[in-house]
């Protein structure tokens, strides 16, 4: 099994429509992160926590919100889809301990279509 | 803030052939400084990191150097194969890693 798994991996829903997407990862790390992937603009933050109390906007936060229900859990929701928001969504992982400090785990990508 | 600059691409090599893709950035402090490797319908993950100045990483064949005074990291291979094509993305975290600034990807596309 998949370290980090998302849910759905794709997903084609209508403007105005609320949509959630999922993140799971077991890898016990505190660190988890949401990226937008878009042709020729590459991977963009969206929103990242720290630790279970912890929730930072990214840099295209905007018409999102993300839940982080438990340290392995970390839900992206969008409360009204939009068209420009069809993209490529990833989530990551990271930990400060060991070898692998400050590098990130990715999921395999959720592909959302919003018509 | 941050920023990275890799070149466009589709960068397109016949198999055996050298490869490097530019990648220059800017930062404050001292960042530590990321290649990711994308194929095709799968997640990012991680090809080779440096973490100071003069710092080389490599693995699979592939290599950068960490060039403070030029503020680059560019990646290169001597001899591509067709299992390398990919989009590759050069990366750079501030030195707390609180988050990763990503260039905009390059394509490679390699033939036999």
């Known amino acids: 099994d998949a370290d980090v798994t998302q849910t759905p991996r794709n997903r084609i829903t209508k403007t105005g429509k609320r949509i959630m997407l999922e993140c799971s990862q077991t890898?016990?790390?505190?660190?988890m992160y949401w990226y937008r992937q878009d042709p020729g603009l590459g991977l963009r933050l969206i929103y990242y926590?720290?630790?279970?109390?912890?929730?930072n906007k990214g840099e295209i936060s905007d018409g999102y919100s993300v839940s982080r229900q438990a340290q392995a859990k970390f839900s992206l929701s969008l409360e009204s889809a939009i068209p420009n928001q069809t993209a490529l969504y990833f989530c990551a992982t990271s930990s400060l301990a060991g070898v692998n400090t400050g590098e990130l785990f990715f999921g395999e990508g959720s592909r959302l279509t919003v018509l | 803030g941050n920023s990275v600059t890799q070149m466009e691409g589709p960068v397109t090599l016949s198999e055996e052939a050298f490869l490097t893709i530019n990648c220059t950035y800017t930062a404050t402090g001292y960042p530590s400084l990321f290649w990711y490797v994308q194929y095709p319908g799968e997640g990012l993950q991680l090809l080779l990191k440096a973490t100071k100045a003069d710092d080389k990483g490599s693995n699979k064949g592939f290599e950068a150097t960490y060039r403070k005074e030029t503020t680059s990291f560019h990646l290169e291979k001597g001899s591509v194969q067709v299992s390398d094509s990919a989009v590759y993305f050069c990366?750079?975290?501030?030195?707390?890693?609180?988050?990763?600034?990503f260039g905009k990807g390059t394509m490679l596309l390699v033939s036999p």
């Open positions: 926590s720290f630790d279970v109390k912890d929730i």
């Open positions: 890898k016990g790390h505190d660190r």
């Open positions: 990366a750079l975290s501030d030195s707390g890693y609180s988050t990763l600034t």
